[in-house]
DNA sequence: TAAAATTTTTAGAGTTGCCTAAAAATGATT
DNA sequence: AATCATTTTTAGGCAACTCTAAAAATTTTA
């Protein structure tokens, strides 16, 4: 039986060890957990007495397959929730995080595939991050942001990298949401900053770190 | 903050005090939520010094104000969860109890407020048993059984007394569902079984036991 | 109404998951 | 390579909730 912390951990481990920059640390768990270095030690000692981590003293962590397996389950059961938030229950997609985390660890395989089947079995959740399916399957990840579109190219907008809900903000208030078209119709080598034209219609002048946060796919 | 523990407290008080028969003393409230008396006894303490239950020593427990305004918001976060459960995910009304079990502790009133919503006000769930409103109205439990219907009269069927997955799987396999019309042909005397028309349609014979738990309302 | 049976409470302890403070190991710097 | 800074672990403890065993109160029964 896994608990509701144990999942918890699994889960950062998971996303620490996706993204680059030295792996599961001690510190990094505790950051991204918001809780303290020896409660890491002490909870990575008991998953890797479980077989869910692999751990070795001063080492950052990574997970087993069973580890890996548990932590997708969850995630998959986090952007199923967060789809249904959005598409059904009409929240904003910055408003589903939270409540997400909470249904995320309800515990009933048969809850997880009927609302799959609800919901038609949707591939990404609203901020654009793929749904691994009931096999644990998932898509790769978007790779390529606006920050690397070319002057004069045009790309959809298809996923955020950062969640934190002062971006989610921000895009909707220029509407930088998922699914719009841009143009880069220029880019300035100073701070690289770009200016962009959103939908065929207006500019708009965006931060590097706006734009380095958004994934894209060319047309 | 209440914690889960506390809210299946509130629960089990409340739903021990809407039946008769001596209310929440410690060792109901302790076989209900399957845990031991002294446990009870802890909790109580707890609850009692956070105004959320009334409790003197050796006497049973009743809820406060705020404690039943806590006990009937997750009843109605249960109940609507059951409802969302049977009608939109298309699962059986003996399978659900379980998962709304755990769907009841989620915190977001926005959550069960769009869910009721999207849900358009649903009155009972699925077992008969009426959903709360927002500000804690709740309709008056149904009080006639099917055990008081004249012979010769005719009833809906609008609710169960008995929840236990056994007893609804009964209900199902006989089509004595939520909604059927039903005829009293005969009661006997001897041990109060009676024949009962199903949908203007067959006659089976239903022991007291069950037709002291079903629910009806008059035609 | 006194003894017996039952219910309830108290006392002490275990588990999980967290904390602070201090010690130990690692890594960076000169 | 020795010192300094940072990271990680250890040690000891706390809060929530549970348990068992024993004591105390209440209720039942004779």
């Known amino acids: 039986m896994i608990s509701l912390a144990e999942e918890n951990y699994l889960k950062a481990i ?76 009409k929240f904003k997609w910055d408003e589903v995080h939270e409540i997400a985390e909470q249904l995320e660890h309800i515990r009933s395989s048969a809850l997880v595939d009927r609302l799959d089947s609800f919901l038609e079995y949707p591939k990404f959740d609203p901020h654009g991050d793929p749904i691994p399916d009931k096999e644990g399957r998932i898509n790769k990840i978007h790779d ?23 971006f989610l903000q921000y895009l909707d208030a220029v509407k930088l949401v998922l699914g719009t078209r841009v143009k880069l119709i220029n880019r300035f080598e100073f701070d690289q900053s770009a200016i962009v034209q959103i939908a065929g219609k207006e500019n708009i002048t965006i931060s590097f770190d706006i734009s380095k946060n958004l994934y894209i796919k060319f047309i």
Chains 1, 2 share one sequence.
């Open 14 to 89: 998971y996303s620490l060890n996706q993204i680059q920059q030295g792996g599961a640390s001690t510190n990094a768990v505790a950051e991204k957990l918001d809780t303290k270095a020896s409660s890491v030690t002490d909870m990575l000692k008991k998953l890797s007495e479980k077989k869910l981590v692999n751990y070795t003293k001063y080492q950052p962590a990574s997970l087993t397959n069973r580890g890996m397996a548990i932590a997708i389950d969850v995630i998959r059961k986090h952007r199923l929730w967060e789809f249904f938030l959005v598409e059904k229950l």
């Open 144 to 166: 390529t942001v606006l920050s690397a579109l070319p002057i004069g190219e045009e790309a959809h907008i298809v996923g955020v990298k950062e969640h934190s809900n002062s």
